[in-house]
């Protein structure tokens, strides 16, 4: 069996970074798990704290990705621990939203994005849907613990 989700609307909306369900972590208060993952590209800089605040998690990734901002560093390198980080953490707070990763058994799980061959499957189902891996991977972790 096979799990695609992409927006927040849909059955396994709460896998998207963009579901209302926030989380403490690092000592602040996020929102989204998308306001914690864009906030980080900038650590170190008032960018974290302005992206920390916005409204909506549209808004904080369109922040996140305007290059007008000081990109750290070692982004690629760390972009996909800090999505762990921040998945885990979501997962690990709700427990309604838990139950509903542990309801997908050992399902493939995949975030049906069709303008990310990177987080998602992209357009032709030929991405490295990184994020639905994460979920998996959390999924196992937390039943584990």
Known sequence: MTIYFYSTREQYGCFSNFSPHGFVLDDLYWSTSE????????????HVEKIR?????KDAAK???????PLRPDWEEVKDDIMRKAVLCKF???????????????????????????????????????????????????RNS
């Open 63 to 69: 922040m996140g990705r305007e290059r007008t901002r």
């Open 35 to 46: 306001h914690y993952f864009q906030a980080q590209k900038f650590i170190g800089t008032p």
């Open 92 to 142: 690990a707070t709700h427990a309604d939203i838990r139950e509903i990763l542990f309801s997908t058994g050992n399902a493939e799980i995949i975030e049906n994005s069709p303008i990310d061959w990177y987080w998602g499957c992209g357009a032709d189902g030929s991405g490295k849907n990184m994020l639905g891996i994460i979920l998996m991977e959390v999924r196992e972790r937390l």
């Open 53 to 57: 605040l916005v409204k909506t998690p």
